[in-house]
């Protein structure tokens, strides 16, 4: 991930890709799972995502993983919360940020070790996978399935668009792309797919009008 070009985006205030609301997938998709309330859920990527307030409100505890001190600032603050600050540990690469329900780690994702989310039964990427180039994806979908326990449960949400006409992020990731990452220790359900026109503006100045959004449960089962 280019560290610094996210961090960027939030400092200048340039985070087209934050919804302004609780995601419709999320909400639709969400109790299909059946993650039990008593599980945690991990949230990669998170920024100042609204979607955790919805989960949490679910009785889950939630994990986020950010780079942006920043963004992780304005989730709490505009919660109406001040969180405990705690500094990454001789050793560790992490900082934390823990509110009532949600904590926050800051740093690189791939710093995330599984006892730091102990007790997480579900996952929830609605922005992390697509924001990642084709030569990361690997990683980013190796980690997460080391790092949760088996029969966990992934609801991902990708775009798939003509990224000959215009490159990510968001990038495309198409469905062989999703089965080859997470096929070999999970079983993949394709959940929808559905053609969407509010794209970031770079899209339509590409005159790319429209891509398909597509909504896969993912469950670990090794």
Not at 53 to 70: A, M, N, P, Q
Not at 84 to 99: D, F, I, N
Request: charged fraction near 25%.
């Amino acid at each position: 991930m280019d560290a610094e070009f996210w961090l960027e985006r939030w400092e200048r205030d340039q985070i087209g890709f934050h919804q302004g609301s609780v995601n419709a997938a999320l909400q639709h998709y969400w109790p299909d799972l059946e993650v039990p309330a008593d599980r945690g859920v991990l949230v990669p990527l998170c920024g100042k995502s609204l979607d955790m307030r919805w989960l949490e409100g679910r009785g889950h505890k939630v994990w986020g993983i950010e780079l942006s001190r920043k963004a992780i600032e304005a989730y709490f603050a505009e919660g109406g919360e001040t969180p405990v600050y705690q500094p990454a540990a001789s050793g560790e690469l992490l900082a934390c940020y823990r509110g009532a329900g949600t904590t926050i780690y800051q740093g690189d994702y791939l710093q995330v070790s599984r006892p730091q989310i102990k007790g997480v039964g579900g996952v929830f990427d609605r922005g992390a996978l697509v924001a990642l180039p084709r030569d990361q994806r690997a990683h980013y979908a190796d980690h997460l399935q080391r790092i949760i326990p088996e029969q966990a449960v992934i609801l991902l949400l990708t775009l798939e668009y003509d990224d000959s006409q215009v490159s990510g992020p968001p990038f495309s990731v198409e469905e062989v792309e999703v089965r080859a990452l997470y096929g070999a220790r999970c079983r993949c359900e394709l959940l929808e797919r559905k053609t969407v026109t509010d794209l970031p503006p770079k899209f339509s100045e590409a005159a790319l009008t429209e891509a398909s959004e597509c909504v896969y449960r993912i469950t670990k089962e090794r």
